[in-house]
């Protein structure tokens, strides 16, 4: 690396969610801030979220909303960097914003609204920005961090690496943050796309996979995830919050589970037509969408009146409808994902600081971490927390 370098207190690469609040709180409390990203557009990621209205955090965020296989990592940034916290934060910047549903904020606007209260709050702490600049080198000599870009070659104490995990790559993502962490000795958990859609294996896609567009009300659960929302059939499986969120629990090769009449007991719904002459697909059809209603019918070979079921048919049908065991081909992969799972291994981090044990000065926070919300405002929580955290400490 050339000898002629500029000197920060702090060198922060990565603008978006967790990058620009930890840098803003390091520049505000005095410290000489430079904000690196490659990108051409500034925080993209947040401009898309939410259908484009950002929904940027939730009311009832606590550490059980987070996977990671250290589960208490979160809790200490997280009760430090609440969610009211946030919201004073908009509130300053007169951001209309509404609930949706479950603790979900979104703006009522754009989120282009939190993407330029962000770059306000970096610009009151007077950070300097390189953008686009691409980073070609990080080294650590003598306690010092140098950092080779393409518009010059910088130099601090103190490095935080913020750039996200590998979700939506047509925007930007990379595995920068790994290849960080790799050099200096830190494991990675292995990542993967979460909150995500499924597919479906051939012979489940031949009976389902003309339904797209249908949606049900389902609670669907898996490796001890449990959720109750909404499930929407695509032409490739399935997708809509309760699948997504089941996806950071499922595993290649396993099954989840569907209850397509969740809160009814279906036994004894189904007993009590048993002397009906209605089909049983048009049964189903008074409490599910009738073209999936008429479809699960026929693929369970059951599109005969009522009053023709044995008893042993009918606890078969009220299990297939109370435990739809479906195991997926796979997930649509990082293109379709909300969030990346996995991600640098907390346990080598300070929780209070997000700093590196073993290498000082070395910071990770927001998405790069094996942190991983649920889906509704969760992930945007962790990134303001873990940036908090970080820019506090600088």
């Avoid at 967790?18 to 500034?42: E, F, T, W, Y």
């Avoid at 809790?75 to 908009?90: C, D, E, G, Y």
Wanted: glycine residues 10%; contains cysteine; proline residues 5%.
């Amino acid at each position: 690396m050339p000898s002629t370098v500029v000197n920060w207190d702090v060198i922060v690469i990565g603008a978006g969610a967790a990058g620009m609040m930890c840098a803003a709180q390091a520049g505000q409390r005095g410290r000489k801030v430079l904000l690196i990203d490659h990108s051409q557009k500034l925080a993209e990621k947040i401009r898309i979220s939410g259908g484009g209205h950002c929904n940027f955090t939730n009311l009832h965020c606590r550490q059980e909303n987070f996977l990671s296989q250290n589960p208490h990592f979160c809790r200490s940034a997280l009760a430090r960097f609440t969610p009211q916290h946030f919201i004073a934060l908009v509130e300053r910047y007169g951001i209309k914003y509404h609930e949706k549903k479950l603790g979900q904020l979104f703006c009522d606007d754009s989120a282009q609204q939190i993407i330029h209260m962000l770059k306000s709050e970096c610009d009151l702490g007077r950070v300097t920005w390189r953008m686009p600049c691409d980073v070609q080198a990080v080294i650590r000599k003598d306690g010092v961090f140098q950092v080779a870009t393409s518009q010059g070659n910088y130099q601090s104490q103190a490095l935080v690496i913020a750039t996200g995990g590998l979700t939506v790559p047509k925007i930007g993502a990379t595995p920068f943050a790994y290849h960080i962490a790799n050099q200096f000795g830190l494991y990675v958990v292995p990542p993967r796309p979460a909150l995500v859609p499924l597919s479906f294996e051939p012979e489940t896609l031949s009976c389902f996979g003309d339904l797209s567009g249908v949606s049900l009300d389902v609670e669907v659960s898996c490796n001890g995830g449990r959720f109750r929302d909404s499930l929407l059939l695509t032409h490739r499986g399935l997708s809509g919050p309760a699948i997504l969120q089941i996806s950071s629990y499922w595993n290649n090769g396993d099954f989840i589970s569907i209850n397509l009449l969740p809160g009814q007991d279906v036994r004894a719904w189904l007993g009590s037509r048993h002397s009906s002459r209605t089909r049983y697909d048009n049964l189903l059809a008074q409490v599910l969408p009738k073209r999936f209603a008429q479809q699960w019918g026929a693929a369970y070979h059951l599109a005969k009146p009522m009053y023709q079921f044995t008893p042993k048919e009918l606890d078969n049908a009220a299990e297939a409808l109370c435990n739809w065991r479906v195991r997926p081909s796979g997930t649509l992969g990082y293109g379709k994902a909300e969030v990346t799972l996995g991600g640098v291994a907390t346990d080598g981090l300070s929780s209070k600081t997000m700093e590196v044990k073993t290498v000082p000065g070395l910071y990770f926070v927001g998405e790069a971490l094996d942190v991983t919300g649920h889906l509704g405002g969760f992930n945007f929580q962790w990134a303001w927390a873990s940036g908090s955290a970080a820019g506090l400490s600088l």
